[in-house]
């Protein structure tokens, strides 16, 4: 079950940490987040290292359909109305400026990088498309409205978002690495203020930056409240039909489509992790009936960390740990959301003020109807009975058919048959028992 990017590229490769070690800033995560602001501080230059657990892009990474665009859904209505007209801006704002600044690097990495028009489009909701390029008009965006797109169904209209980007993950951060300051097979053993006992040794440093995708610090700003994961789904067709734009449902459960190569991908098969959804099969059923002379070439799966409100938390870790930070709570929408995230960390690191820095501030209100479904999940699987249990929180795992993986319902960490690690926020793996 390799992706795409995973089988297109070898990335360099660095040396593990072998004893202690001071800087200024220490990067936990090797993923696109914590190398965009490893690249950053070294063009600051703050001297910084950057830590990964396993392989540099070994984890979301390597598993996004890597589109590069400032539409993240139908949001800007949604944000107009919770947060007002301004914090819309500001967000439109931030990922406009992060596309633009990938276009720049690409300009000089051979990634595959293309120009694209992305779309959202509705099924069956016409009166969201309306909402959303109302909202977009007061934000002088010159959004417009699709009525046919080269799907194999009909739909119910669209919002196009001229100009947005697509492009190869893993040679992207490839181009970015060389030079960099990067220690892999280096895993956090343990986190402290100022002080990181890895695998290989202990780091000190002045400030930290979590980016390890779910942030596995409980005492400090109540992310195993304000996060859950979301999985979703990805098969690569060959002799498919390609699309000349990106597209994605609005809803939920919905598919999204974009072309690499020869080669369509689909995305789709949604849910929550540790609950049950389409997956593949979801795929592999669409593919036979839109696209029957198509053969099978990738198949992979994403893991999502969804925020409280459809909002990242990007900024100061909590109120109470000035010298730590965190990215996360990305929403599916990784690609511009780690470029502004490295660029409001970096600021904050090197003492500058950024314009959007307050828009992610991971210690706005929490008090949303998403809180409650949060809380009533862990509640449920702590008093569920199960043998198995995450050694993060220890919720109940649920068996994963589809992947034949443990996966926890809370918080979405994830386990092989064999107990081992694949995805945090758990930073060890469990004991199988009969």
């Known amino acids: 079950m390799k992706s795409i990017w995973s089988d297109s590229v070898i990335l360099p490769r660095f040396p593990r940490l072998t004893g202690d070690l001071h800087v200024e800033v220490l990067i936990i995560g090797g993923g696109l987040t914590g190398i965009l602001c490893a690249y950053m501080l070294e063009q600051a230059a703050v001297p910084y290292a950057l830590v990964e657990a396993e392989t540099i892009g070994s984890g979301i990474t390597k598993n996004t359909t890597a589109k590069i665009t400032s539409q993240h859904g139908l949001i800007y209505d949604k944000l107009m109305r919770k947060f007002g007209v301004e914090a819309a801006s500001l967000y439109l704002r931030a990922n406009e400026e992060a596309l633009e600044r990938i276009a720049g690097l690409c300009a000089g990495i051979p990634c595959d990088f ?41 739909t119910a209209g669209a919002v196009k978002f001229p100009n947005q980007a697509q492009f190869n993950p893993l040679k992207f951060i490839g181009g970015l690495v060389k030079g960099l300051h990067i220690y892999e097979h280096t895993k956090v ?14 780091v000190t440093a002045t400030k930290m930056i979590m980016a ?33 734009g990106m597209y994605v449902d609005e809803a939920q459960k919905g598919m999204s489509f974009r072309s690499y190569d020869d080669m369509l991908l689909i995305g789709g098969g949604a849910h929550r992790t540790g609950k ?26 994403a893991q999502d960390c ?26 599916k929408w990784g690609m511009t959301t780690a470029m502004a995230a490295a660029g409001i960390l970096t600021d904050s690191i090197t003492g500058k003020e950024n314009p959007y820095a307050a828009v992610f501030s991971p210690s ?49 960490s994830r386990f092989d048959e064999k107990g081992g690690l694949i995805d945090n926020p758990s930073t060890d793996g469990i004991q199988m028992k009969d």
């Not at 053993?189 to 202990?202: D, I, K, Q």
């Open 306 to 331: 969804m925020s409280l409100d459809g909002v990242p938390y990007i900024g100061r870790y909590s109120k109470n740990t000035p010298d730590l930070f965190v990215a996360t709570g990305y929403n």
């Open 364 to 412: 706005r209100s929490i008090l949303t109807p998403q809180l409650a479904v949060n809380s009533f999940e862990a509640a449920i699987n702590l008093l569920s009975f199960s043998k198995h249990r995450c050694p993060h929180m220890g919720c109940a795992l649920k068996w994963n058919a589809a992947e034949h993986t443990w996966d926890c319902p809370c918080h979405g």
């Open 212 to 244: 390890a995708h779910f942030p596995f610090v409980n005492q400090h700003g109540s992310y195993f409240l304000k996060l859950y994961q979301h999985r979703s789904y990805v098969i690569a067709l060959e002799k498919a039909p390609s699309v000349p």
């Open 189 to 202: 053993c343990e986190l402290s203020e100022g002080r990181a006992v890895t695998t290989g040794g202990t």
């Open 114 to 154: 293309e120009r694209k028009d992305a779309f959202v489009y509705t099924m069956d909701a016409p009166e969201k498309i309306e909402k959303e390029l109302k909202a977009l008009q007061k934000l002088n965006y010159p959004a417009e409205f699709a009525k046919e797109l080269p799907l194999p169904f009909c």
């Open 276 to 301: 049950k959804g389409g997956n593949w099969r979801e795929l592999e059923d669409f593919a036979k009936r839109y696209y029957p002379p198509a053969q099978e070439r990738y198949r992979w799966a």
